[in-house]
């Protein structure tokens, strides 16, 4: 193997792993579920967020390299989708994708053990989910509700909740943020269901957007994210978050701005299908603004350099 066929194949590996749609997500909920658990109960931040924070991203990057090994002979339908995936346009083999994902696999569970027993648990869940999301003989993202619940806790409401359990074993009200997270993601599955979807019924799915319908999935969606709305308020009157962080969050709004985008989160040049596609990128901009000033007022008072 020539030094240049190495090289190839080693960017064919990262781009199987899609790091760049899911990390800026992976990461502001999974220090959000640390600093729910943390603040509250008087407990100081450690590096077994890091670990877990590193391990919900590659848990997250597990299930995209599972997908696009599982979906290549799909994509190979689509001229976009097939340059997307390095498997369908041969950059990678199969059997290396399947060795990557073992090795990523393993390291991920080393990672969530460094930060406890519960958050190992939640590991395990998050990736057994991954693999029978995208796993050809199970394949939960073929079949209605299935498609939506597994997606939904794998790639949101787990990856909040591994990373408060690394501290406390008790959400109690949080209980309602993580529903809140999870109703997004729901939204964002409809959302891309609803973008794939004349290519996914050419596949033969038979996935919630399909049996539901075009106009039906767009309700769906609104009322995902009108439900994530009420939890998320609940959450704020029980006092979950402190009051301060409202003042970043209108100061973050004209900020996200900058960010505007005539595509949706997946990027890909596409056209969005749905005017809050166009809205994504902007309200991950705002959460992400929220969380680390957060992050980064939790630290400067843990290390008492303030007062």
């Known amino acids: ?17 899609r790091w760049q749609e899911y990390v800026p997500f992976v990461v502001p909920l999974t220090l959000l579920g640390g600093l729910l658990a943390a603040r509250p109960n008087g407990i100081d931040l450690d590096w077994r967020l890091v670990a877990v924070t590193l391990a919900n991203i590659l848990a997250v990057a597990y299930a995209f390299m599972i997908n696009d090994i599982e979906d290549a002979p799909d994509d190979a339908r689509d001229p976009a989708r097939a340059a997307r995936n390095p498997i369908t346009s041969g950059r990678i083999g199969v059997r290396m994708g ?14 969530y053990a460094l930060g406890g027993g519960w958050a190992l648990l939640i ?9 029978l999301y995208s796993w050809r003989p199970v394949r939960l993202k073929a079949w209605p509700v299935t498609d939506i619940v597994s997606h939904s806790l794998m790639l949101s409401g787990l990856l909040l909740l591994a990373g408060y359990f690394v501290y406390h074993s008790a959400p109690g009200i949080v209980w309602f943020v993580a529903a809140a997270a999870t109703l997004v993601s729901v939204y964002g599955q409809l959302y891309n269901q609803l973008r794939d979807y ?27 994210v009108g439900l994530a709305g009420v939890c998320l308020l ?4 029980q006092g979950v978050f402190p009051l301060w962080l409202g003042l970043v969050l209108i100061v973050s709004l004209p900020v996200s701005m900058l960010f505007r985008s005539q595509t949706d989160m997946r990027g890909g040049g596409g056209v969005v299908v749905d005017v809050s596609g166009g809205l994504q990128s902007q309200a991950l901009v705002v959460v992400n603004c929220v969380i680390v000033v957060w992050m980064i007022e939790s630290l400067i008072v843990q290390l008492h350099l303030l007062g």
């Not at 066929?5 to 199987?16: A, E, K, M, N």
């Not at 590991?123 to 693999?131: I, Q």
């Open 1 to 17: 193997m020539n030094k240049a066929t190495f090289i190839d194949q080693i960017r064919g590996l990262i781009q199987l792993t």
């Open 98 to 111: 399947y060795a990557a994902c073992r090795l990523v696999a393993a390291v991920t569970l080393v990672l």
């Open 123 to 131: 590991g395990l869940a998050t990736l057994l989910l991954s693999h």
């Open 198 to 224: 004349d290519m996914d019924k050419a596949a033969g799915l038979n996935n919630t957007a399909i049996i539901l319908g075009e106009i039906n999935t767009r309700r769906a969606m609104y009322l995902a």
């Open 234 to 237: 609940a959450a704020i009157m």
